[in-house]
């Protein structure tokens, strides 16, 4: 009954045009803030998405570091609990170290980590591989495969037409110190097999290598490592994988997830998102207050109306549930299209890609975007939210007014 009432005095014609003005710029406004709120949100998680699938290609699902220092030496009974467990699929222990990579007259600074045979299996970076192959060799035959920015600025040339490039690397030696700085470097010839490119963070400054080689180079000892690298097995839950590995490493390790790994990364993504969406909610905010000018106007123009229904038994909070459905209806046909419009747009771009990324410098040249319920839920929800505060006012006066059938 009462959008019934609400109904006919939306689409009625006023006494005053301008009601009906305001009425369909509130609509309007109600319904492009929602269309760029849940754009924005839907653009966001395609980004996060994608940023995620790059960050998976370099970074494992768990990973073991030590609280203070470069390194953390193991025993063999911590070694079998982590390796053999009811969470683990595959384990991998690296040494990562920087060091200069020589090309002749070119040379470069790099983060080079020492990796195991399990590496490939626990991260795909074997899948984005540009030149070469992916890979590292032994001990007595070590290979590397470096970032793409790397590559370009060691001026490194993979080419099987001229056979495999030699590089020179000096890497810091460990737990030496000697009065001579030569005798604390080493220096050993390694050759390029591969380059990968990934992200620009990585691409200019990783390059990857055999563990037997970098620990026979930095004279690290056994059983000593930078890092323990794992992945678990699917359907496991996470939350008590973690608190095994937390309780058998103890407090000289910290074990962190995936999200641990690269926090900065995902707070600043976070803190854009919703710094935006509070932006595009100040625009609602804007078409509250056009709501409340237009439902206070029809309140006015509707003072006979409201006489004749207390004449008729209507009670003050039926009187005001009507007008408040006045506001709810408002927002329904608003909110109807802002969601309806963001859904197409989304539609389109999945399928078309019609909104292009300028520049040309990224992974992608197009907007990614994935559509998710929660942010449906939310955006709708908060926009009600505010169509109920817009619409109390207005409808709680029209509750107040005293009969007259003058």
Known sequence: MYLDFAWRYFKAKKSANAINIISWITTGVIAFATCCQILVLSVYNGFEDLVKSLYSSFYSEMKIIPVTGKTITLDSALIY?????????????????????????????????GVDNNYKNLVNISEKIVQGEFQLGNIDTPKIVVGYGVRQAAGIIINEAFGPENLTIILPKSNTFQSDPLANLSEGVIQ????????????????????????????????????????????????????????????????????????????????????????????????????????????????????????????????????????????????????????LICLLQLKFEIIKIQGGSFLIDYFPVKMLLTDFLMVIGVAFIIVFIASWLPANKASKQPLSLK
């Open 192 to 343: 390029a097999s591969g380059v990968f490119s990934i992200q620009q963070e990585f691409d200019n400054s990783y390059a990857l290598t055999n563990i037997d080689f970098l620990r026979q180079q930095t004279g690290m000892p056994e059983n000593t490592f930078s890092a323990i690298e794992i992945q678990l097995k699917k359907n496991i839950d996470n939350k008590k994988a973690f608190e095994y590995f937390k309780n058998i490493t103890g407090n000289k390790m910290i074990v962190q997830n995936r999200f641990e790994q690269n926090a900065s990364l995902y707070q600043t993504m976070a803190i854009e998102k919703w710094a935006i969406y509070a932006v595009l909610t100040l625009i609602l905010i804007i078409a509250a207050f056009n709501m409340i000018s237009a439902l206070t106007m029809l309140v006015l123009e509707k003072k006979q109306d409201i006489s004749i229904l207390q004449s008729m038994g209507a009670s003050s909070a039926q009187i005001k549930k009507i007008f408040l459905s006045e506001g709810f209806l408002l927002g329904i046909i608003g909110t109807s299209i802002g969601v309806g419009s963001a859904i």
């Open 81 to 113: 609990k982590i390796n053999y467990n009811a969470f683990v699929e595959t384990v991998s222990y690296n040494i990562e170290e920087k060091a200069l990579l020589k090309n002749g007259d070119f040379q470069s600074i790099v983060k080079i980590k």
